[in-house]
T-cell receptor
Framework: DGGITQSPKYLFRKEGQNVTLSCEQNLNHDAMYWYRQDPGQGLRLIYYSQIVNDFQKGDIAEGYSVSREKKESFPLTVTSAQKNPTAFYLC?????????????FGEGSRLTVL | DQQVKQNSPSLSVQEGRISILNCDYTNSMFDYFLWYKKYPAEGPTFLISISSIKDKNEDGRFTVFLNKSAKHLSLHIVPSQPGDSAVYFCAASGGRAGGSQGNLIFGKGTKLSVKP
């Protein structure tokens, strides 16, 4: 089945450590996104990528980094510079020329900093 | 400043009745609106959308209404079912042709509880 796979589902990190969240899609979508959700908050955009080897900062990019070396993959690194990294992270994708704004989401990764 | 607002954090309705979830927006450049449904510990799933050139879109039990002059949209679920219990996010897009430009703006969500 086509879809978006995020891993790990749960991750614990000590302060000062970098962690990388994986996102893979087999939907042949060109665009991929990373969102963050905090309790009682909407989804906030961290980074997005329209095509391979290109990505743009979203609203809350500080303390995060991404890469887009393959169309299928868009990993997110949460660096030690991110001051409040505990959150639920969602990866999404969309097809260019598809219904405007319709995103397909993965199941999310919950990061907890100890 | 929030561009997409869902002012009711929660809503409780009886099974079989109508659920009405509301959403307001401030940016008149938005031209595409979407509703997503989210269960705990899962990613949101697309539910229904509406273009700004329309005022209503219907899909089965779900209908979205758009009032551009009031910058307001609502999602109606009729009849409501216990399986509809979830968090519903309203989202808006600047809607340039060619797909999302990463500019999908989400509201904070409304938690719907449908009681048997």
């Amino acid at each position: 089945d086509g879809g978006i796979t995020q891993s790990p589902k749960y991750l614990f990190r000590k302060e000062g450590q970098n962690v990388t969240l994986s996102c893979e899609q087999n939907l042949n979508h060109d665009a991929m996104y990373w969102y963050r959700q905090d309790p009682g908050q909407g989804l906030r955009l961290i980074y997005y990528s329209q095509i391979v080897n290109d990505f743009q900062k979203g609203d809350i990019a500080e303390g995060y980094s991404v890469s887009r070396e393959k169309k299928e993959s868009f990993p997110l690194t949460v660096t030690s510079a991110q001051k409040n990294p505990t959150a639920f992270y969602l990866c999404a994708s969309s097809r260019q020329g598809g219904i405007t704004g319709e995103l397909f989401f993965g199941e999310g990764s919950r990061l907890t900093v100890l | 400043d929030q561009q997409v607002k869902q002012n009711s954090p929660s809503l409780s309705v009886q099974e079989g009745r109508i659920s009405i979830l509301n959403c307001d927006y401030t940016n008149s450049m938005f031209d595409y609106f979407l509703w997503y449904k989210k269960y705990p510990a899962e990613g949101p799933t697309f539910l229904i959308s509406i273009s700004s050139i329309k005022d209503k879109n219907e899909d089965g039990r779900f209908t979205v209404f758009l009032n551009k002059s009031a910058k307001h949209l609502s999602l109606h679920i009729v009849p409501s079912q216990p399986g509809d219990s979830a968090v519903y996010f309203c989202a808006a897009s600047g809607g340039r042709a060619g797909g999302s430009q990463g500019n999908l703006i989400f509201g904070k969500g409304t938690k719907l509880s449908v009681k048997p």
